[in-house]
Each structure stands twice: as structure tokens, then as C-alpha cells.
């Protein structure tokens, strides 16, 4: 496949696919570029995206723009475009990347001696680091696991790697950005040093679960896959309406390993291992197939018969181990937990108004009008989470599982509680003291 660029226009931009699967196809661009795939891929004009389109999505009270929910697809921009054009135009904000107060960095500093701990506020480290809680903590991860001196990695590299990431996370999102990333990031790191674990993983496996974690929702446009569906979004047509964000995440994470040549030094084999045991790792995030993965590991437990020095079994309990982090915000204290259902719970009411304003369906569990977070928090942890951390704890009989195990508990009552009104507030208050913090 081609690297596409002709001169005089001003842009840059990369085409990258992998052979093996014609329907994959990656782009990366900045600026003006128009582009036409051999698998049908509709012609996109990508620099053509208003910028004021974009911001609908986000800021639907600054701009009001009638377009068509035939058009609403076009507004799902990259979040690369929104940024370049601003740089283009001159407006960009300068990079927080080395504006910090010495204090702050100092405190971020301390934090990172306890990133082990599940108390582990992200939300307060990403203040700590002026918003780079991702760079910060997973560059922080690689050289404490010592992937930096094992696999020989030029750290500028490493670090160029971590900033696209960071970037390509769309910060607008109420949820689905760089600190949920963070979040999931620092939980698989808690899991990987689980005992039962952390005997058998090997600097690979270490390395290809952080680098799962901190890409796993690369580019997530804020909205779900059934928006995307239902709008004709191309993403929806070029993975064929199946797990169509995940696949979007895995090809973003490649694009962007190939782009920092962080592994450029490696075999061309390793680095083809690296790019598919990564995509089996972000497709199990996939929440629509967890009875899938989860009865293959139920029955793995039932039969007593996983083996962690058979790389595969080790991968699915890797799989599971990031299944686990990124559905482990009821497992959190109520007060991280919290803030996490409030920031899902306005992503999914922001998706739910714009489908309303375009007159689409609304999705579940986005009806701002007939929906309360108690109630999506409740259904969110009892037919998924429970299940889940139920036979996680199965697998890994630790301290940890027992401690996430127990704020699920309390968190679900504090989520009653609210929900039976005042008196049922005093109920889950006292459960919770009972409970210590
Ligand atoms: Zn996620």
C-alpha cells in the first residue's frame, strides 16, 4: 500500500494496511489530503471536516449547525485534524508537556512510589502533571518493569510513542480519554504483579499488556458502535459493523507504533507478533462479546486446567487481566468510582441529545429524560462487572481481588441508596462506615 503525498499542499499524513487483511486499513493524516482504499473505502475528504462541525459533538450549546444525520458521520473527525488545524490556523495552546510547577512534579514523583496501590487517585495525577497522566505514568511503567534496558528502547522513541497516544485520545470526551487510558493502564499494572501472575509473565507479555492498556481506546470518538451503525459511519462500513471501535483502537496503535519506529530495531517477525497479540488483546475489550471470553475462561477454572507457562493460557488470562481493567471502575473506592460514573453517564447523555437533535433512535442507556445513573450503574455492575470480577477472583484468590470485590459491594449499595431517595442516602452512608474507607 502506498504512502500518499504530492507537493505544494501542505500536509502529512500516513496509509498503512496490513495485507493480511484487506478490510484493515489505517490513515493517519494532517491537513488537506483525499483518500480512496481498493476495498471500497468511500472517498473522504478528511481536511474538508469543518472545524465547527466538529465541535458540535462536544459543545452542542456554543454552535448551532443544522446538518443531516446522513452527514453525521462526517463530524466523527480525527482528533489529529481538530489539532492540526488549529496549529495550521495558529491557535494551538502550547504543548503542558514540560510546563510544570517543580511542586506539582514532586507530588506527581510521590505518587508514582505508590502506583502499585489501588487507591492510586488518577484523577489527582493528572492534575499533578498538567494533564499528561498518561505519558507520565506508563513511561514511568516501562522503566520500572525494565522493558527500557530488556528490550534495548531508545527512550526519545518510547517517549514520542506515549505523547501520540496521549494526543489521540480525544480530551473532549467526557470518558473515553487519555486519563481513563491512565486508569486502565496503572489497574493492568496492579494485575500483572497479582502472584499468580506475576511469576510467569515474561518482559513481552509485560510490555504488549501496557502498551494494550494505553491504547485500547485510541481515537474513541465518544459515542458507541451502534451510533455508528445507525449514522453509516465509515468506520461501521470498513470493519464490517463488527467490533468496529476496537478495531479502530488496534489499527490506531499500530499506525502509531510504526510511525515513533519504537521497534524499528527489532526483527521484522517480533514486530508482526507485537502488532497481532496486541490486537487480540484490545478486541477482548470488546463489551459485547464478555460472555464469549468469559465462558472459556470459566471453563478453564472449572476444569482447573490453566497452564501460565503455555504462552496461550497466559494470553487469555492477559486478556481477561484487560478486560478487568477497563470495567474495574465499580471496583475502585466510591469516591474515584464515583466520578467515573458521572463522567460515562454524561457521555452517554451527550450521545443520547445528539441523537435526538437528528432525530435517530436513542440508544440505550443515553435518554437523559428517562435514565438515572443509579440505575445504568446497577445494571452496568450486576450483569457485567460481578460476573467478571467473580471469576477473576477465581483465577487470582489475592488481597486485591478481595479489596476490588468489597467496593464493588459497597459502591453498588451506595448506588441503591441514592436511588431509594433521602433514606436509602443514610443506608448506604452507614454501610459504608461500616465498611472503613
Ligand atoms: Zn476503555
Keep these: 500500500m502506498a504512502k500518499k503525498a504530492s507537493a505544494g499542499q501542505l500536509r502529512r499524513g500516513a496509509i498503512s494496511y496490513d495485507s493480511s487483511d484487506q478490510t484493515a486499513l489505517y490513515i493517519r493524516m494532517l491537513g488537506d489530503v483525499r483518500v480512496r482504499s481498493r476495498a471500497g473505502f468511500e472517498t473522504e475528504r478528511r481536511g474538508s471536516h469543518p472545524y465547527i462541525d466538529f465541535r458540535i459533538f462536544h459543545s452542542p450549546s456554543e454552535v448551532e449547525v443544522s446538518v443531516s444525520a446522513r452527514n453525521i458521520r462526517r463530524l466523527l473527525s480525527f482528533q489529529r485534524y ?77 517517549r514520542r510513542f506515549l505523547v501520540l497516544v496521549q494526543e489521540d485520545y480525544h480530551s473532549q470526551n467526557p470518558y473515553h480519554n487519555a486519563v481513563h487510558a491512565a486508569d486502565v493502564t496503572q489497574a493492568m499494572h496492579c494485575y500483572l504483579r497479582e502472584p499468580k501472575l506475576a511469576k510467569f509473565v515474561t518482559p513481552w507479555d509485560i510490555m504488549l499488556s501496557l502498551i494494550a492498556a494505553a491504547t485500547h481506546d485510541l481515537d474513541h470518538p465518544g459515542v458507541n458502535q451502534p451510533f455508528l451503525i445507525k449514522t453509516n459511519h465509515y468506520l461501521a462500513t470498513l470493519y464490517k459493523n463488527t467490533s468496529v471501535l476496537e478495531n479502530h483502537h488496534w489499527r490506531s496503535a499500530v499506525g502509531l507504533l510504526r510511525e515513533s519506529g519504537l521497534f524499528s530495531h527489532m526483527p521484522l517477525e517480533s514486530r508482526q507478533q507485537m502488532e497481532a497479540q496486541l490486537g487480540a488483546l484490545i478486541l477482548a475489550t470488546d463489551i459485547s462479546r464478555q460472555n464469549d471470553y468469559l465462558a472459556l475462561f470459566r471453563a478453564h477454572l472449572d476444569r482447573g486446567d490453566l497452564c501460565l507457562e503455555n504462552a496461550g493460557h497466559r494470553h487469555l488470562v492477559l486478556q ?97 441508596g441514592l436511588q431509594r431517595g433521602p433514606a436509602g442516602r443514610e443506608d448506604a452512608r452507614a454501610a459504608r462506615a461500616e465498611a472503613g474507607p
Aim: with cysteine; charged share 20%.
Design 320 to 416: 481477561m487481566a484487560l478486560k478487568c481493567a477497563d470495567i474495574c471502575n465499580p471496583c475502585r473506592t466510591w469516591e474515584l468510582s464515583k466520578q467515573w460514573s458521572e463522567k460515562v453517564t454524561e457521555e452517554f447523555f451527550h450521545q443520547g441529545d445528539t441523537e435526538k437533535k437528528y432525530c435517530l433512535t436513542v440508544s440505550p442507556f443515553c435518554d437523559r429524560q428517562s435514565e438515572s445513573i443509579a440505575n445504568i450503574q446497577i445494571g452496568f455492575m450486576t450483569y457485567l462487572v460481578e460476573p467478571l470480577f467473580t471469576e477473576w477472583a477465581r483465577f487470582s484468590d489475592s488481597k486485591l481481588s478481595q479489596t476490588m470485590l468489597g467496593h464493588l459491594g459497597r459502591n453498588k449499595a451506595g448506588w441503591k
Design 82 to 158: 481538530l489539532r492540526s488545524s488549529r496549529f495550521f490556523r495558529g491557535t494551538t495552546t502550547s504543548s503542558s508537556l514540560n510546563i510544570l510547577d517543580d511542586d506539582y512534579s514532586g507530588q506527581a514523583k510521590c505518587m508514582l512510589e505508590k502506583v502499585g496501590n489501588w487507591n492510586f487517585d488518577i484523577f489527582l495525577f493528572d492534575r499533578l502533571t498538567n494533564g499528561n497522566s498518561l505519558v507520565t505514568l506508563a513511561f514511568h511503567l516501562f522503566n520500572l518493569h525494565g522493558l527500557i534496558d530488556y528490550f534495548n528502547l531508545d527512550t526519545m522513541k518510547l
